[in-house]
């Protein structure tokens, strides 16, 4: 039924809707009008946007522009609530979208408002704690696949986004890195991802407190300029503050810097992993062309705002990066920096050589960090079940589509052996 569009609403900004409009020979303020219907109502075929002339509808699918909305489909439910996506685009490329309904804790000790809440609302982990945080049984499946339109809107809700399909970086734990990067999105796509999802949930920015965070599948870094006009649509069309944005880079210096001088922008994570070259070049080759010395100067330097901190993740390997030496060489590493870890035990997944580390050494290694005044957080993993959860993150179609883990999806998630 679709023709192949030439062009896509979705993905255009406001100059970019004006000039098309003026060409058209409408009025400036019908730009306006698509804004509104494209960004704010996430309306998905032309017929919908009712405020523009029917002629001008008709006139815009003739010459092959359309919306471009993202497509769901498929949408897999984690015990925890956590929902995967499978969204797809017009080429027929997908990608993995996820919504934490409770947020994922990534934000606690940032010095917002959203990490407060974070801290306090039990979504991060106090070391022992850490692991087996699934609920033991799968009661409710129903209420989260199809909730209530009467609900209680959500308070922290995060959604994780795609800046690529897969992702060319590599990283030895990570298991979209075995697909290796197919294409780059376009921002439209990016945008769409988010779009598709507040529509699926029935929720809306700016009432509904939305949290984004850029640590999908790729290396948003690597689609530099796409992800850069993706946020800005997400701030000036969807409504989603820049503060409850972040991005995470695996650590492309040039682009550090570069980021640091926009004038709209998420916040900053580096997914840090290891404390010297040796080990994080293991872990991480790209770290063989910026290596820890020329991040860690890059994230000297960025240009913090007020109430901004950076943000290292650190994804812990049992028995590989976690032990104590290794969280006194990373104290040292961010010593005087304004900044904060997030832990991650490992997400384990099929193709990955790595184990999950005890919840003693979880426990050990933020104590280590914290001693140091290093503000450290464990983050829960969310929707391990469906493979969802930070670096599992792989086509649905190529992975989670194996009888399986299909029967994972339904079933709680087995203790760790
Ligand atoms: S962890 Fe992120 S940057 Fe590294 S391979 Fe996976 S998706 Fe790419």
């Given at each position: 039924?679709?023709?192949p569009?030439?062009?896509t609403?979705?993905?255009?900004?406001?100059?970019?809707?004006?000039?098309?409009?003026?060409?058209?020979?409408?009025?400036s303020?019908r730009?306006?009008?698509?804004?509104?219907?494209?960004?704010?109502?996430?309306?998905?075929?032309?017929?919908?946007?009712?405020?523009?002339?029917?002629?001008?509808?008709?006139?815009l699918?003739?010459?092959?522009?359309?919306?471009?909305?993202?497509r769901?489909?498929?949408?897999?439910?984690?015990?925890?609530?956590?929902?995967?996506?499978?969204?797809?685009?017009?080429?027929?490329?997908?990608?993995e979208?996820?919504?934490?309904?409770?947020?994922?804790?990534?934000?606690?000790?940032?010095?917002?408002d959203?990490?407060?809440?974070?801290?306090?609302?039990?979504?991060?982990?106090?070391?022992?704690?850490?692991?087996?945080?699934?609920?033991?049984?799968?009661?409710?499946?129903?209420?989260?696949?199809?909730?209530?339109?009467?609900?209680?809107?959500?308070?922290?809700?995060?959604?994780?986004?795609?800046?690529?399909?897969g992702?060319?970086?590599?990283?030895?734990?990570?298991l979209?890195?075995?697909?290796?990067?197919?294409?780059?999105?376009?921002?439209g796509?990016?945008?769409?991802?988010?779009?598709?999802?507040?529509?699926d949930?029935?929720?809306s920015?700016p009432?509904?407190?939305?949290?984004?965070?850029?640590?999908?599948?790729?290396?948003p870094?690597?689609n530099?300029?796409?992800?850069?006009?993706a946020?800005?649509l997400?701030?000036?069309?969807?409504?989603?503050?820049?503060?409850?944005?972040?991005?995470?880079?695996?650590?492309?210096?040039?682009?550090?810097?570069?980021?640091?001088?926009?004038?709209?922008?998420?916040?900053?994570a580096?997914?840090?992993?290891?404390?010297?070259?040796?080990?994080?070049?293991?872990?991480?080759?790209?770290n063989?062309?910026?290596?820890?010395?020329?991040?860690?100067?890059?994230?000297?330097?960025f240009?913090?705002?007020?109430?901004?901190?950076?943000?290292?993740?650190?994804?812990?390997?049992?028995?590989v990066?976690?032990?104590?030496?290794?969280?006194?060489?990373?104290a040292?590493?961010?010593?005087?920096?304004?900044?904060?870890v997030n832990?991650?035990?490992?997400?384990?997944?099929?193709?990955?050589?790595?184990?999950t580390?005890?919840?003693?050494?979880?426990?050990?290694?933020?104590?280590?960090?914290?001693?140091?005044?290093?503000?450290a957080?464990?983050?829960?993993?969310?929707?391990?079940?469906?493979?969802?959860?930070c670096?599992?993150?792989?086509?649905?179609v190529?992975?989670?589509?194996?009888?399986?883990?299909?029967?994972?999806?339904?079933?709680?998630?087995?203790?760790?052996?």
């Amino acid at each position: 039924m679709s023709e192949p569009l030439t062009s896509t609403l979705l993905g255009m900004g406001r100059d970019e809707l004006t000039a098309l409009v003026s060409e058209a020979g409408e009025p400036s303020y019908r730009g306006k009008q698509i804004m509104e219907a494209v960004y704010r109502q996430r309306v998905e075929t032309l017929e919908e946007i009712s405020t523009l002339p029917q002629g001008f509808r008709e006139k815009l699918a003739a010459s092959g522009v359309g919306v471009g909305a993202a497509r769901i489909e498929q949408k897999l439910l984690s015990v925890d609530g956590t929902v995967r996506y499978l969204i797809g685009f017009g080429d027929g490329q997908s990608v993995e979208t996820v919504w934490m309904p409770e947020g994922d804790g990534g934000e606690a000790g940032d010095g917002s408002d959203a990490g407060v809440e974070a801290e306090s609302s039990g979504l991060v982990a106090s070391g022992a704690e850490a692991q087996f945080p699934m609920p033991d049984s799968d009661a409710g499946l129903e209420g989260l696949l199809h909730p209530p339109q009467n609900r209680v809107r959500p308070g922290r809700s995060t959604i994780c986004i795609s800046s690529q399909v897969g992702c060319a970086v590599d990283c030895q734990f990570c298991l979209t890195a075995l697909l290796g990067v197919k294409r780059n999105l376009t921002a439209g796509e990016i945008v769409g991802q988010v779009c598709a999802v507040l529509k699926d949930q029935g929720v809306s920015p700016p009432e509904d407190r939305i949290n984004l965070v850029f640590m999908g599948m790729g290396e948003p870094f690597l689609n530099y300029e796409n992800f850069i006009k993706a946020s800005r649509l997400l701030v000036e069309g969807v409504g989603i503050a820049e503060r409850r944005m972040t991005v995470s880079t695996a650590g492309i210096v040039p682009r550090i810097r570069e980021f640091g001088e926009e004038k709209i922008r998420p916040k900053l994570a580096i997914s840090l992993n290891a404390p010297n070259d040796e080990l994080r070049t293991r872990l991480m080759p790209l770290n063989k062309k910026w290596n820890l010395e020329m991040l860690m100067v890059a994230a000297r330097e960025f240009p913090l705002r007020t109430r901004e901190w950076i943000t290292f993740e650190y994804v812990l390997l049992g028995g590989v990066n976690d032990l104590p030496e290794n969280a006194r060489e990373v104290a040292e590493l961010l010593r005087g920096l304004r900044c904060k870890v997030n832990l991650i035990a490992l997400n384990p997944g099929p193709g990955i050589e790595f184990t999950t580390p005890s919840a003693e050494r979880v426990a050990a290694f933020q104590n280590i960090l914290r001693g140091a005044g290093i503000p450290a957080f464990v983050r829960r993993p969310r929707g391990r079940d469906i493979y969802a959860a930070c670096g599992q993150l792989k086509r649905t179609v190529e992975v989670a589509t194996s009888p399986e883990l299909q029967l994972q999806a339904i079933s709680p998630l087995a203790p760790e052996g």
